[in-house]
């Protein structure tokens, strides 16, 4: 018997996961990761065992129509680019999680692994925990839910809006799900069906409870832990990296995630228009950042990859896609953040990261142009600036500590049931 973390998605779906790994694994529990190939060797780093899905990211994103534009431009553009994706690699990832998992496991699963922990349940007996890793329990309570109508209030608006989002996300996150429970002769799940599901599975809300606060009206059997960060080293940077941050005043950090659209001959307009030095994290899956990773003559630098724990502390601000995760590190490291949202949860955090006073109002990605980013850019850096640092209590709140110690408490007590 062992734990199983479900991590089929881009690097924000498998760090925190990675940290949630590395914990349970010091408390003596066997861990298994299911991953794509991309991400194998941070498994691997962590000292934990990888289940890898024989896929690249970038080449399954690729395969995509419309690559990584099919996700970048609207919400709606965002399900259905998610969704073909997914379809795309569904073959792959349920060989890797048939093999991985055994009858009794404990599987943790993200939003987009879901419905397979749940098919695994049915079929293998398994127990499953759900990470959250965005606030998508139906709630009145404006400020801990993705979807409020009236974000700043309490009404049942809010929890009909809930209900509707998880409704038109069942398409999309049972997609692979489908696949599997095909392989398993299991009936499909329908859109109700999920939602019933997310609401009455066991849950860990992986997020800080100051930016999504716990609401009264979530199930009992979810517990708010914190964001899942590591609190091991930093990181090395590359060489290129290092060099360039210290060869002058700390530059902007621009990204939009590992999946997302990067622009970076806008990025860097931008940044001139602005008079800013920026580094631009540009990952392989981007289909615009078509500049090769380097250094630009006007004081750009373009990297494919980099440490965020060893980059954003040392950056006068940080500009990304609003993701959970990057939005953890952000916070983490005490930047002015500003956020260019697509869909997903990346409205949300870009709001909660506005309405903390942590950085401006969110942008849509859509609208984004290079005035509007460089205005962005002087607004995080200007001498008028006031933004809260939350770095103290984001670094106290030891997430994946006491998500691990909950996971051994549930292991603990099903096997007692049994």
Known sequence: MKVVLLAVG?????????????ELSGRGVPVTVVTLADYAALVSAAGLRPATVAVSMAESVAAVPGGTTAVSRSMLAYIRGVSRWLAGIAPAVADTTLAAVEPGDLIVAGLLSFDDAAALAEARG????????????PTAHGPSTLAAVRPRSTT???????????????GMATTTGRHLRDRLGLRHTSARGFVDL??????????????????????????????????????????????????GPAPMCVGFGSVGD?????????ARRAGQRVVVVAPEASASATAEPGLDPAGALVVR??????????????????????????LLAGRPTGVVATGADQPYFGRRVAELGAGPPPLRRRDLTVDRLAKLMS??????????????????????AIAADHVVAHLRRTTALE
């Open 126 to 137: 398994c127990r499953v925990l759900n990470a959250l890793f965005a606030p998508l329990l």
């Open 198 to 247: 997310v609401r009455r599975t066991p849950a860990l809300a992986a997020m800080s409870p100051l930016v999504v606060p716990p609401a009264p009206d979530w199930p009992e059997t979810a517990l708010s832990t914190g964001f899942w960060v590591e609190t091991g080293p930093a990181g090395e940077p590359d060489p290129r990296l290092r060099d360039f941050v210290a060869a």
């Open 379 to 400: 607004a995080l850096t200007g001498p008028n600036r006031s933004f809260r640092s939350y770095a103290g209590e984001i670094a106290a709140e030891r997430g994946a």
């Open 156 to 170: 049942r608006l809010n929890t009909w809006a809930g209900s509707l989002a998880l409704t038109v996300t069942a």
């Open 305 to 330: 990859a980099a440490p965020f724990r060893w980059l954003f502390p040392r950056s006068a601000a940080v500009i990304h896609h609003g993701g959970a995760g990057t939005t953890a590190e952000s």
């Open 262 to 270: 990067t622009d970076v001959d806008l990025v860097t307009a931008a």
């Open 10 to 22: 881009s690097r924000g779906d498998v760090t925190p996961m990675v940290a949630l790994g590395r």
